[in-house]
């Protein structure tokens, strides 16, 4: 059962170009959505997150746009560069029992062209 | 290097066979979790302990299990392996077990069953 669903599975920017991310979910007990980003051979690593009762979140270059009506997120990475090619993640993370559930999208594989 | 160490980082093995992953998280961190990464499904939390205790639990098979030590170091044991069970396993921690948690993950283990 995919909860998060994310779009597209993948996308070619060009440098200095504006990448969008698009993610909806389902479950409304998530509570805390964080975007990860990873580089081949590595981990996830954390990018930016956002609680559902903000509806932006900016940090550098990088916004999370959050519209909780839709049950719908989206990441927007401003002047993107060929360093942001990566794999980005969108996550929802719900508190069950005494622990934390955080589930991932299927990822976007990113490619930032000169 | 994100603190949180995994060994192996490459396991070659056969079909019914049984191996071992270990995640030592990073320090200061009490909770751990397990991730499988394949390429059909993403990222899939299977487990998370916190200081010892099991505290929530996804997709995890019967044939998988886990634990966490006193010294917070964790093993994740797959046994009858099959070839379905070819993936990326990545150990991820963070300070708190709920809330809006910072994972941060290894480098991951990339296992492939033969």
């Known amino acids: 059962q995919q909860q998060v669903k994310q779009s597209p599975q993948s996308l070619i920017v060009q440098k200095g170009g504006i990448s969008i991310i698009n993610c909806a979910y389902e479950?409304?007990?998530?509570?805390?959505f964080p975007w990860y980003q990873q580089f081949p051979g590595k981990g996830p690593a954390l990018l930016i997150a956002?609680?559902?009762?903000?509806s932006e979140k900016k940090e550098g270059r990088f916004t999370i746009s959050f519209n909780k009506s839709a049950k719908q997120f989206s990441l927007h990475i401003m002047d993107s560069q060929p360093g942001d090619s990566a794999t980005y993640f969108c996550a929802a993370s719900m508190v069950t029992g005494g622990g934390n559930k955080l589930t991932f999208g299927t990822g976007t594989q990113l490619k930032v062209e000169l | 290097d994100s603190g949180v160490t995994q060994t192996p980082k490459h396991l070659i093995t056969a079909t019914g066979q049984r191996v071992t992953l270990r995640c030592s998280p990073r320090s200061g961190d009490l909770s751990v979790y397990w991730y499988q990464q394949s390429l059909d499904q993403g990222l899939q939390f299977l487990i998370q302990y916190y200081n010892g205790e099991e505290r929530a639990k996804g997709n995890i098979l019967e044939r998988f299990s886990a634990q966490q030590f006193p010294d917070l170091h964790s093993e994740l044991n797959l046994s009858s392996l099959e070839l379905g069970d070819s993936a990326l396993y990545f150990c991820a921690s963070s300070v708190e077990a709920v809330g809006a948690n910072v994972l941060t993950f290894g480098a991951g283990s990339r296992l492939t069953v033969l």
């Open positions: 956002i609680r559902p009762d903000v």
């Open positions: 479950n409304t007990a998530f509570d805390y």
